[in-house]
């Protein structure tokens, strides 16, 4: 079957990325606007968890079906020691709505941005077909079938089992992909001829005449009859930079969208993309009958010139060191159905937490949120296709192509992806299948280098960019010019925020050494450690409660040691760190705590027990000779007999930049309750992340307080997560999710010794959906 029929087969549209980005933030197009309208369809959903015969049709009594809202995860689970299956089913979801009076004429779609894994679409009671796969948009033409006068229903089976002919399934995979609707719903309302999709792909951008070549998509659903005009301007903020225009001839109706390009030259003015300044730019793309809209789209840009060469990773012309690490998407509790705020809140975590200049979307295409704050906040992405080891048979392959098309034509404008991954991670060769898979992501974007996640270095080289995991110490040397490592560490030494002091801090000098080396020579262009967050797997893996210990925060985000390394990588004008790679007790190490590992960009420390200077020392070069902020090894020796509180003094040029204390006590002093944000919107699902510590007077968390927390709310929200809850490791974290009701939400967690701490939430109002 050839990719053609292969699409064909499934009635899907290959236009998921149709959407444009303001609109995407949730704001919906008054109707009786000119060109598209498009409507989030995220709330008023009814669910069933099972299959439901009949349950498609307008008909249907679904009364007795649960109220949900998307993001929506099949089935709420525990953080951990769950079993897969209990969301591995088949359920149904279903959404009335009327349309517009505008959209009389026009073609109506309905877009997914994430079902997992199987979707079957119904409208009014006839199958639209199904969709294979989790990670990527889809869309369905809802025009023959809508009722434009009446109710209309749409209906989703969706199947959340591991089916073998869908990616990455088919063997075994080292993650859980969970189940539902678990991203974002759109109706779009088009005309016969619409803009399907823009790529807007700069050019010489290092020059002195940078330029900007716009590909606008036009879908001809019926045939034009008149000269049309591509209208594309591009801005900065509210501010037009250049505007220019394309003639667009009649053209007769086709099934494929046809490119016409606008150019810009001469952008004199444009600020360039990069991680310290990550400009952007919106290009806003109106097509025109005359001087009548007929359509109109806009994309989010940045200039930027990115390229793997035999020099290591060069941004602009300048070769910057890749240091980065792998994210899973998954979060507690709900599995992968986190709404934008907590997807952002992880891009954030990794660029201004941790420090990371890159970030590998391990192993699947992420949520556009995540990626909408990679954009923004100048963190570089490696983006891949679906897959685990595992290469299935044509069928299987044809899917996996499409997955690519997919990630490819949703991202293709975003600054911060350098490279597509276009390789089943870690799958055995598979010469035919991987020479098109490459052919598909140069002949759709020509302007980024392709690479291919392995695990031996005899793997065929299809790709621009070799990419390695290698778990090994020493690395193996690069064996091609053009060579980044993407996965160490991670299995070969999990970590949990529980384990005694020298685990702790081996975990924390096992990536030091790796980032040591690949900074020693200029081949590897860097490395992305495993990896970013503690997740969920399958019984066959992980440490015996269905989580892989494998990252350097726990599954909350909350840092082990190993974070405090990747932290202290950062130049100091950014910020001054100082990151102890154990906690402090004198008897947690086999026989006894003498050394004491720091991680931080200063370059002289002092350290204090009782008041009394015991220990200086400086960056450890002789064991780091590359890194640019070596770890501090201080040798407490007998001073530790003396026993107290530890304080470590940072210095910089001789003067003191930051303070650090442990208590010596052994005693919980102080619990804290810390929320990401307080404000939220009352759409039925923004969610912050609430942190509960338990910590010294000092600050620092006690890793063995395993109190249970008793959580009560108050006003229009809901816990997601365990109530009561028990700290692992001193700390833990639930979820507020807003319910879709303004007011005034309070949290109280109340420790059993401790006592009671409370936040204030501002619930505002968020406005009712339109259809």
């Given at each position: 079957?050839?990719?053609?029929?292969?699409?064909?087969t499934?009635?899907?549209?290959?236009?998921g990325?149709?959407?444009?980005?303001a609109?995407?933030?949730?704001k919906?197009?008054?109707?009786?606007?000119?060109?598209?309208?498009?409507f989030?369809?995220?709330?008023?959903?009814?669910?069933?968890?099972?299959?439901?015969?009949?349950?498609?049709?307008?008909?249907?009594?679904?009364?007795?079906?649960?109220?949900?809202?998307?993001?929506?995860?099949?089935?709420?689970?525990?953080?951990?020691?769950?079993?897969?299956?209990?969301?591995?089913?088949?359920?149904?979801?279903?959404?009335?709505?009327?349309?517009?009076?505008?959209?009389?004429?026009?073609?109506?779609?309905?877009?997914?941005?994430?079902?997992?894994?199987?979707?079957?679409?119904?409208?009014?009671?006839?199958?639209?077909?199904?969709?294979?796969?989790?990670?990527?948009?889809?869309?369905?033409?809802?025009?023959?079938?809508?009722?434009?006068?009446?109710?209309?229903?749409?209906?989703?089976?969706v199947?959340?089992?591991?089916?073998?002919?869908?990616?990455?399934?088919?063997?075994?995979?080292?993650?859980?992909?969970?189940?539902?609707?678990?991203?974002?719903?759109?109706?779009?309302?088009?005309?016969?001829?619409?803009?399907?999709?823009?790529?807007?792909?700069?050019?010489?951008?290092?020059?002195?005449?940078?330029?900007?070549?716009?590909?606008?998509?036009?879908?001809?659903?019926?045939?034009?009859?008149?000269?049309?005009?591509?209208?594309?301007?591009?801005?900065?903020?509210?501010?037009?930079?250049?505007?220019?225009?394309?003639?667009?001839?009649?053209?007769?109706?086709s099934?494929?969208?046809?490119?016409?390009?606008?150019?810009?030259d001469?952008?004199?003015a444009?600020?360039?993309?990069?991680?310290?300044?990550?400009?952007?730019?919106?290009?806003?793309?109106?097509?025109?009958?005359?001087?009548?809209?007929?359509?109109?789209d806009?994309?989010?840009v940045?200039?930027r010139?990115?390229?793997?060469?035999?020099?290591?990773?060069?941004l602009?012309?300048?070769?910057?060191?890749?240091?980065?690490?792998?994210?899973?998407?998954?979060?507690?509790?709900?599995?992968?159905?986190?709404?934008?705020?907590?997807?952002?809140?992880d891009?954030?975590?990794?660029?201004?937490?941790?420090?990371?200049?890159?970030?590998?979307?391990?192993?699947?295409?992420?949520?556009?949120?995540?990626?909408?704050?990679?954009?923004?906040?100048?963190?570089?992405?490696?983006?891949?296709?679906?897959?685990?080891?595992?290469?299935?048979?044509?069928?299987?392959?044809?899917?996996?192509?499409?997955?690519?098309?997919?990630?490819?034509?949703?991202?293709?404008?975003?600054?911060?992806?350098?490279?597509?991954?276009?390789?089943?991670?870690?799958?055995?060769?598979?010469?035919?299948?991987?020479?098109?898979?490459?052919a598909?992501a140069?002949?759709?974007?020509?302007?980024?280098?392709?690479?291919?996640?392995?695990n031996?270095?005899?793997?065929?080289?299809?790709?621009?960019?070799?990419?390695?995991?290698?778990?090994?110490?020493?690395?193996?040397?690069?064996?091609?010019?053009?060579?980044?490592?993407?996965?160490?560490?991670?299995?070969?030494?999990?970590?949990?925020?529980?384990?005694?002091?020298?685990?702790?801090?081996?975990?924390?000098?096992?990536?030091?050494?790796?980032?040591?080396?690949?900074?020693?020579?200029?081949?590897?262009?860097?490395?992305?450690?495993?990896?970013?967050?503690?997740?969920?797997?399958?019984?066959?893996?992980?440490?015996?409660?269905?989580?892989?210990?494998?990252?350097?925060?726990?599954?909350?985000?909350?840092?082990?040691?190993?974070?405090?390394?990747?932290?202290?990588?950062?130049?100091?004008?950014?910020?001054?760190?100082?990151?102890?790679?154990?906690?402090w007790?004198?008897?947690?190490?086999?026989?006894?705590?003498?050394?004491?590992?720091?991680?931080?960009?200063?370059?002289?420390l002092?350290?204090?027990?009782a008041?009394?200077?015991?220990?200086?020392?400086?960056?450890?070069?002789?064991?780091?000779?590359?890194?640019?902020?070596?770890?501090?090894?201080?040798?407490?020796?007998?001073?530790?007999?003396?026993?107290?509180?530890?304080?470590?003094?940072?210095?910089?040029?001789?003067?003191?930049?930051?303070?650090?204390?442990?208590?010596?006590?052994?005693?919980?002093?102080?619990?804290?309750?810390l929320?990401?944000?307080?404000?939220?919107h009352?759409?039925?699902?923004?969610s912050?992340?609430?942190?509960?510590?338990?910590?010294?007077?000092?600050?620092?968390?006690?890793?063995?307080?395993?109190d249970?927390?008793?959580?009560?709310?108050?006003?229009?929200?809901?816990?997601?997560?365990?109530?009561?809850?028990?700290?692992?490791?001193?700390?833990?974290?639930?979820?507020?999710?807003?319910?879709?009701?303004?007011g005034?939400?309070?949290?109280?967690?109340?420790?059993?010794?401790?006592?009671?701490?409370?936040?204030?939430?501002?619930?505002?109002?968020?406005?009712?959906?339109?259809?």
């Amino acid at each position: 079957m050839d990719r053609r029929n292969f699409l064909k087969t499934t009635s899907t549209v290959l236009a998921g990325s149709a959407l444009a980005p303001a609109l995407l933030g949730g704001k919906s197009v008054p109707a009786d606007s000119q060109g598209r309208l498009v409507f989030p369809l995220n709330r008023n959903w009814r669910y069933k968890r099972a299959f439901v015969e009949g349950a498609h049709g307008r008909e249907f009594d679904d009364a007795s079906f649960e109220r949900v809202v998307i993001p929506h995860t099949n089935v709420r689970l525990p953080w951990h020691s769950f079993d897969d299956k209990q969301y591995e089913f088949v359920s149904i979801y279903r959404r009335r709505f009327r349309l517009p009076a505008a959209a009389r004429g026009k073609r109506v779609f309905v877009d997914f941005e994430g079902v997992m894994t199987a979707s079957t679409v119904w409208i009014n009671g006839v199958s639209l077909g199904e969709y294979k796969g989790g990670y990527t948009p889809f869309s369905f033409d809802l025009t023959p079938h809508v009722d434009f006068d009446g109710e209309n229903v749409l209906a989703v089976d969706v199947d959340s089992t591991e089916r073998p002919d869908i990616p990455p399934f088919g063997y075994q995979i080292d993650y859980l992909t969970f189940g539902g609707i678990y991203r974002e719903v759109w109706l779009r309302i088009v005309p016969p001829i619409f803009i399907e999709n823009v790529f807007a792909k700069p050019k010489a951008v290092l020059s002195e005449q940078p330029g900007l070549d716009v590909d606008c998509y036009l879908q001809h659903t019926e045939a034009s009859h008149d000269t049309l005009t591509l209208e594309v301007e591009l801005r900065e903020g509210d501010r037009v930079q250049a505007k220019a225009t394309q003639r667009v001839p009649a053209s007769e109706a086709s099934t494929d969208p046809v490119a016409h390009t606008v150019h810009f030259d001469n952008l004199r003015a444009i600020k360039l993309w990069d991680l310290d300044h990550p400009n952007l730019y919106s290009v806003q793309v109106r097509l025109l009958k005359g001087s009548e809209l007929v359509d109109q789209d806009a994309r989010t840009v940045g200039f930027r010139e990115a390229r793997f060469t035999d020099h290591g990773f060069e941004l602009n012309g300048k070769v910057i060191k890749l240091r980065g690490l792998d994210r899973h998407q998954t979060f507690p509790f709900v599995g992968q159905a986190m709404p934008g705020r907590a997807q952002r809140s992880d891009a954030r975590v990794l660029r201004k937490k941790l420090k990371c200049n890159i970030v590998r979307t391990s192993h699947y295409p992420q949520s556009r949120h995540f990626l909408d704050a990679c954009d923004e906040t100048g963190l570089l992405v490696l983006e891949e296709i679906p897959g685990w080891q595992h290469i299935g048979d044509e069928a299987w392959k044809l899917v996996s192509i499409d997955n690519l098309s997919r990630m490819i034509r949703r991202d293709w404008n975003r600054p911060s992806i350098i490279l597509w991954g276009v390789r089943i991670n870690e799958s055995r060769d598979d010469h035919d299948f991987y020479t098109r898979t490459n052919a598909v992501a140069h002949r759709l974007d020509p302007t980024r280098q392709t690479c291919g996640i392995r695990n031996f270095l005899s793997s065929e080289f299809l790709e621009d960019v070799f990419t390695m995991n290698d778990f090994g110490f020493p690395l193996k040397p690069p064996n091609h010019p053009r060579y980044l490592n993407t996965e160490f560490v991670g299995h070969t030494y999990p970590t949990k925020t529980i384990d005694q002091v020298e685990r702790l801090t081996e975990h924390t000098l096992r990536h030091a050494r790796i980032h040591d080396q690949l900074a020693s020579d200029p081949q590897y262009a860097g490395g992305l450690g495993w990896c970013a967050f503690d997740y969920n797997t399958h019984a066959d893996f992980g440490s015996g409660d269905r989580i892989c210990y494998h990252g350097v925060t726990d599954i909350f985000r909350e840092p082990k040691p190993a974070a405090g390394f990747y932290k202290s990588q950062c130049d100091p004008s950014d910020e001054v760190v100082l990151e102890p790679a154990f906690h402090w007790a004198r008897g947690d190490e086999s026989v006894g705590f003498n050394k004491a590992v720091v991680c931080s960009n200063c370059d002289h420390l002092k350290f204090y027990i009782a008041g009394k200077l015991v220990a200086e020392a400086d960056p450890n070069k002789a064991d780091f000779a590359h890194l640019r902020y070596a770890p501090f090894v201080a040798d407490l020796g007998h001073a530790v007999e003396k026993w107290g509180d530890l304080r470590i003094e940072g210095y910089l040029n001789g003067n003191q930049a930051i303070v650090k204390t442990l208590s010596g006590r052994g005693v919980d002093q102080k619990f804290a309750v810390l929320s990401d944000d307080t404000q939220l919107h009352a759409d039925g699902a923004d969610s912050t992340r609430v942190v509960l510590r338990v910590t010294d007077e000092f600050g620092a968390i006690r890793p063995f307080a395993n109190d249970t927390i008793k959580l009560n709310l108050e006003g229009p929200a809901e816990i997601i997560g365990d109530n009561p809850f028990a700290l692992i490791g001193g700390t833990g974290a639930i979820w507020i999710r807003a319910k879709e009701q303004p007011g005034t939400v309070q949290l109280t967690a109340t420790h059993p010794v401790l006592g009671a701490q409370r936040v204030t939430f501002e619930i505002a109002p968020s406005p009712p959906e339109s259809v």
